[in-house]
Each structure stands twice: as structure tokens, then as C-alpha cells.
């Protein structure tokens, strides 16, 4: 009889001579889903071999866990026939990670057990505490509370059929939220709505793909529900867009997916680490743009795994998470990751993930290596001239001519311009348009 094959979350041991590898598999198993199998007497192919099995065998496995596994845990060991082979099956769970094997930790990747580097180890007792730390208590109050900033997340938390339109006083919302306890804020709260701009985020755009010489950079500090829409509202700004004709409307399509965009830099301020120095970051370059998350992804996985399986969610900050969910700033972890990745494919966009030491980062990549330009190498001509023609792409030059005040001469040297400048493209002749390439 054969068993299948190992995985993530099952180990097959021929003999329990192997009780010491079995114990890292049970350690590895359990900080990255928490539970886990293990069979004593099955080739690590699967075939059902047996072994002789007493009371005293079960007593050696049992002890082994107790003395091997810390924290402790109860697991179940039983006796299981296969075709008249006796097999030991050690099923076991926790929710108290990490663990160790003797004092080492070991995460599980496919059906091998590999030792935590320091800097993952430290990533996963931070996810073990991290409902702890949005939950705390601050020495703030609704005082320092952002008015503004509250009634942008209530207004879309309502219009959204995500938060009843009851009571719009801001003490009983974040009260019934639970990000008001005892008349302090939350931590949660603090990051989310307060006036005292408590992160920092760092937009800029580069020449090149080093971070280099840039053409624009800003730094600015606020609030989570404010830095969405200022991030958000940056690279909107910064990305090509291209106009389409369809019948008698004007298209303007993003080189990147906006909802996409916008769905990761909120998971970023979902899942950020609040407690370190660290800033957010957006870095557009010519071929790409990072989204830089101050987090740790989940220790074991990659976004792929929350976008081809059906993993459960794993929150870092469940109080700022379920607050975003209810203005509709983000869904589910890894049900807003699907559709990124669904979206981004569908549209022939390719999108990385880089893991570093104290955060991670997506990656768009932009279509045929995009030559960054931007309004610093327009004249004043040039950007009036182009914001005329995205009001009214079949405008004639002695029309233009006549609204602007200049010669029929400057509007076509100033047109030539933008053109060669890869601004703009003409579509059709006398009676064409004008198409907004940038």
C-alpha cells in the first residue's frame, strides 16, 4: 500500500530509529502551518513497510516530542494497520510558535525542514505577538484624533454598505470598533486616524534603475488613511497613461493597473511593522516601480502560495486590517493578492517580490523599458498645450491658435515638439485627433 507523498504538512519515516530527523520535521511543520503527520514504518515514497511496534515504542515517540518540542505539546499517537503492516501515526498541532527543536528552530519548505536565519526567526516572533501590539493601549486620546482623516474612511465606510450609518461621532465609532478602550487610543487607532503623523513615507523618481539621480523626490509624514491617498495619488501622477477614442468617448488607460497599484500599497500599510525606524517607500524608475513594505511576509511563504492556494489569511495588524476592510481600502490578504496577480496577468504586466532583511517589496515591472519623462523637461508652451489637448484631442491648430493667443506657427512648432518628445501621436489626418501617449 502506498501513502501518497510527503508535503508541507506530512513526513514519512521508515523506522523510528529516525526519531531525532522526526522531531525537526515536527518543529519545522509547526511554525509554518502549526499541525502536521508523521508516519513511523513508510519509505519516504510512500510504500507502507511496517515496523515492530510496542507499548513501549508509543512511550519512546511520546517522550521524545516532550523532551525535543518547546513549547510543549500533546500529540496524538496511535497504532495504524496497512495491509496487516503496523505503521505509528503522530498527528500533532500548536498555536504557540515559534518552536524549537532542542533549541533550534527549523521552518518546513515543501517536504524539507531548514534551519531559521536569525533575521526570519525574529520576523516570526514578531507575527507572534503582533495582535498584541495593535491592541495596546497609547497615553493618546480622541483629542488627537484627525478629524478629517476619520470622516474620509466614515463617508467610504457607509457608502460602502461595509459600516451602518447609525452614529457618526468619532468616540462611539472607534469605541464600537474597538480602537478606543478605556478613552485611550489604540495603537491601531493612533497609526490609523491621529493628527500627530506618526509615519513616513518617502516617494521619488529615478533616472535610472539605481537609486541615483532622481527627478523628483518627496517625504511626507501622516496618517494611515492620508498616506494611502497621497501615495495612491503619486503614482497615478508618475505612470504613463495612454488615450484610447471609443465611439464618441475619450479613454485614459494606466500603463499599470490602477486598482492594483492601489491594492498593494494598502496592504502595505495593512501589514506594516509600526514598532521599527523603518519608512515606507515608493521607488519609480524607468523599468520599474517598488512598493517598499517595512514588514516581513508570512515566514515560510511568497505571495504565490496566498495566490494558488487556499491559505489561510495571516495578519500582522487584524485591528488596522479590519478597519481598512470597512472603508474598502483593502480585502482579505490573500483574496486582494488573487486579484492583483489575475489582473496584472491579464493585462501582460509583470509583477515581482524581493524579500529583505527588515521588509519586502512588489515589483511592476513597465512594458519594453519605458523612457521616463516627465513635465521637468516641458517648456510652459509644451504643458499648456498638451493639457489643452487631453481636454480636446480633435482641436484644430488655428483653434488652438486662437485660444491661447499664439500664432498658428507656434501651436504647430510646439505640437512637433511634443511629438518628438514621445508625448503625443496624430491619428488620422485632417479630421484625426490627437493621442495622449504620456
Same mark, same amino acid.
Given at each position: 500500500m502506498?501513502?501518497?507523498?510527503?508535503?508541507?504538512m506530512? /513526513?514519512?519515516?521508515?523506522t523510528?530509529g529516525?526519531?531525532n530527523e522526526?522531531?525537526?520535521?515536527? &518543529?519545522?511543520?509547526?511554525?509554518?502551518? !502549526?499541525? !502536521? @503527520?508523521?508516519y513511523?514504518?513508510?519509505?519516504p515514497?510512500?510504500?507502507?513497510v511496517?515496523?515492530?511496534?510496542?507499548?513501549? *515504542?508509543?512511550?519512546?515517540?511520546?517522550?521524545?516530542?516532550?523532551e525535543s %518540542?518547546t513549547?510543549?505539546?500533546?500529540p496524538?499517537?496511535?497504532?495504524?494497520?496497512?495491509d496487516?503492516?503496523?505503521?505509528i501515526?503522530? *498527528?500533532f498541532f500548536?498555536?504557540?510558535?515559534?518552536?524549537? &527543536?532542542? !533549541?533550534?528552530?527549523?521552518?518546513?519548505?515543501?517536504?524539507?525542514d531548514?534551519?531559521?536565519p536569525?533575521?526570519?526567526?525574529?520576523?516570526?516572533?514578531?507575527?507572534n505577538?503582533?495582535?498584541?501590539w495593535?491592541?495596546?493601549? @497609547?497615553d493618546?486620546?480622541?483629542?488627537d484624533?484627525?478629524?478629517?482623516?476619520?470622516?474620509?474612511f466614515y463617508?467610504k465606510?457607509?457608502? &460602502?454598505?461595509?459600516?451602518?450609518d447609525?452614529?457618526s461621532?468619532?468616540?462611539?465609532?472607534?469605541?464600537?470598533?474597538g480602537? +478606543?478602550?478605556?478613552?485611550?487610543?489604540?495603537?491601531? =487607532?493612533?497609526y490609523?486616524?491621529?493628527?500627530?503623523?506618526?509615519?513616513?513615507?518617502?516617494?521619488?523618481?529615478?533616472?535610472?534603475?539605481?537609486?541615483?539621480?532622481?527627478?523628483?523626490?518627496?517625504?511626507?509624514?501622516?496618517? +494611515?488613511?492620508?498616506?494611502?491617498d %497621497?501615495a495612491?495619488?503619486?503614482?497615478?501622477?508618475?505612470?504613463?497613461?495612454?488615450?484610447?477614442?471609443?465611439?464618441?468617448?475619450?479613454?485614459?488607460?494606466?500603463?499599470i493597473?490602477?486598482?492594483s497599484?492601489?491594492?498593494i500599497?494598502c496592504?502595505?500599510? =495593512?501589514?506594516a511593522?509600526?514598532?521599527?525606524f523603518?519608512?515606507h517607500?515608493?521607488?519609480?524608475h524607468?523599468?520599474?516601480?517598488?512598493?517598499?513594505?517595512?514588514?516581513?511576509?508570512?515566514?515560510?511563504y511568497?505571495p504565490?502560495d496566498?495566490?494558488?492556494?487556499?491559505?489561510?489569511?495571516?495578519?500582522?495588524?487584524?485591528? %488596522?486590517?479590519?478597519?481598512?476592510y470597512?472603508?474598502e481600502d483593502?480585502?482579505?490578504?490573500s483574496?486582494?493578492?488573487?486579484k492583483?496577480?489575475?489582473? &496584472?496577468?491579464?493585462?501582460?504586466?509583470?509583477?515581482?517580490?524581493?524579500?529583505?532583511?527588515?521588509g519586502?517589496?512588489?515589483i511592476?515591472?513597465?512594458?519594453?523599458?519605458?523612457?521616463?519623462?516627465?513635465?521637468? *523637461?516641458?517648456?510652459?508652451n509644451?504643458?499648456?498645450?498638451?493639457s489643452?489637448?487631453?481636454?480636446?484631442p480633435?482641436?484644430?491648430?488655428n483653434?488652438? =491658435?486662437?485660444e491661447?493667443?499664439?500664432?498658428s506657427?507656434?501651436?504647430?512648432?510646439t505640437?512637433?515638439?511634443?511629438?518628438?518628445?514621445?508625448?503625443? /501621436?496624430?491619428?488620422?489626418?485632417?479630421?484625426?485627433?490627437?493621442n495622449?501617449?504620456?
Open positions: 502506498n501513502l501518497g507523498i510527503e508535503d508541507e506530512l /513526513e514519512f519515516k521508515k523510528t529516525e526519531l522526526a522531531m525537526v520535521s515536527i &518543529c519545522a511543520m509547526l511554525n509554518k502551518h !502549526g499541525k !502536521g @503527520t508523521i513511523f514504518g513508510v519509505h515514497n510512500g510504500e507502507v511496517g515496523q515492530e511496534i510496542t507499548e513501549a *515504542t508509543l512511550r519512546d515517540v511520546s517522550r521524545k516530542i516532550y %518540542i513549547p510543549s505539546i500533546i496524538q499517537i496511535s497504532k495504524k494497520m496497512f496487516d503492516k503496523a505503521v501515526e503522530v *498527528t500548536g498555536n504557540e510558535k515559534p518552536y524549537s &527543536c532542542k !533549541g533550534v528552530y527549523y521552518i518546513r519548505t515543501a517536504d524539507e531548514r534551519v531559521l536569525p533575521n526570519e526567526l525574529r520576523h516570526l516572533f514578531e507575527y505577538r503582533a495582535e498584541s495593535d491592541r495596546e493601549i @497609547t493618546y486620546t480622541i483629542k484624533i484627525d478629524l478629517n482623516s476619520f470622516k474620509k463617508n465606510a457607509v457608502a &460602502c454598505n461595509r459600516l451602518k447609525t452614529n461621532n468619532p468616540d462611539e465609532v472607534l469605541k464600537r470598533l480602537l +478606543i478602550v478605556n478613552d485611550h487610543l489604540t495603537n491601531a =487607532a493612533l490609523l486616524f491621529s493628527s500627530l503623523n506618526p509615519i513616513t513615507l518617502k516617494m521619488a523618481v529615478f533616472a535610472t534603475e539605481e537609486k541615483m539621480t532622481f527627478l523628483d523626490i518627496n517625504r511626507v509624514k501622516g496618517n +494611515i488613511i492620508d498616506l494611502i %497621497i495612491s495619488n503619486y503614482v497615478k501622477e508618475k505612470i504613463l497613461w495612454k488615450a484610447d477614442i471609443v465611439g464618441m468617448s475619450r479613454i485614459e488607460i494606466p500603463e493597473p490602477i486598482k497599484l492601489r491594492e500599497i496592504n502595505s500599510f =495593512a501589514h511593522r509600526y514598532n521599527t523603518t519608512e517607500e515608493i521607488d519609480i524607468p523599468n520599474k516601480i517598488v512598493i517598499y513594505n517595512p514588514g516581513a511576509f508570512p515566514i515560510g511568497n504565490e496566498f495566490v494558488n492556494q487556499n491559505l489561510q489569511s495571516m495578519v500582522r495588524n487584524p485591528l %488596522i486590517l479590519d478597519t481598512l470597512l472603508s483593502v480585502e482579505t490578504y483574496s486582494g493578492l488573487k492583483v496577480y489575475s489582473e &496584472c496577468k491579464e493585462k501582460a504586466i509583470k509583477i515581482e517580490y524581493i524579500k529583505y532583511q527588515d519586502f517589496a512588489f511592476f515591472n513597465r512594458k519594453n523599458g519605458i523612457n521616463q519623462l516627465t513635465n521637468k *523637461t516641458l517648456t510652459e509644451e504643458k499648456k498645450m498638451l489643452l489637448l487631453k481636454q480636446s480633435k482641436t484644430s491648430i483653434e488652438f =491658435a486662437k491661447i493667443g499664439k500664432s506657427r507656434t501651436i504647430q512648432r505640437l512637433n515638439n511634443l511629438k518628438a518628445k514621445g508625448y503625443i /501621436e496624430r491619428i488620422g489626418g485632417t479630421k484625426g485627433y490627437w495622449i501617449i504620456i
